[in-house]
Nanobody
Framework: QVQLVESGGGLVQPGGSLRLSCAAS????????MGWFRQAPGKEREFVAI????????RSADSVKGRYTISRDNAKNTVFLQMNSLKPEDTAVYYC????????????????????WGQGTQVTVSS
């Protein structure tokens, strides 16, 4: 049983930065792969980034590579998403997700791989 709560969203100008946090409740946080997804109005929820329990393995979507960094602090049961050089097309509700199973190398982008989800936090990029 894992409960996830995102925070840190808000309004930011193009080119600006935000850091999102996802606080987890439950045992064995360090054994979970943690992911970030986002959903813009009228669009399907899409993969953003994933990190392994020990932070040794990460992947990110092409649309955010070089701009976003996923990290975690297992002592605080928290995963982060540092977002830099933000663009208007980054505007979306951002969701945190967790899975204890290793996602296939070509499957981590699928929502169906994740068992637990947070409620989401709004990120708006606008001048």
């Amino acid at each position: 049983q894992v409960q996830l709560v995102e925070s840190g969203g808000g309004l930011v100008q193009p080119g600006g930065s935000l850091r999102l946090s996802c606080a987890a409740s439950g045992r064995s946080f360090g054994s979970y792969f943690m992911g970030w997804f986002r959903q813009a109005p009228g669009k399907e929820r899409e993969f953003v980034a994933i990190i392994s329990g020990g932070s040794s393995w990460t992947r990110s979507a092409d649309s955010v590579k070089g701009r976003y960094t996923i990290s975690r602090d297992n002592a605080k049961n928290t995963v982060f998403l540092q977002m830099n050089s933000l663009k208007p097309e980054d505007t979306a509700v951002y969701y945190c997700a967790a899975t204890q199973r290793f996602p296939g190398g070509s499957s981590y982008y699928r929502m169906s791989e994740y068992d637990y989800w947070g409620q989401g936090t709004q990120v708006t990029v606008s001048s």
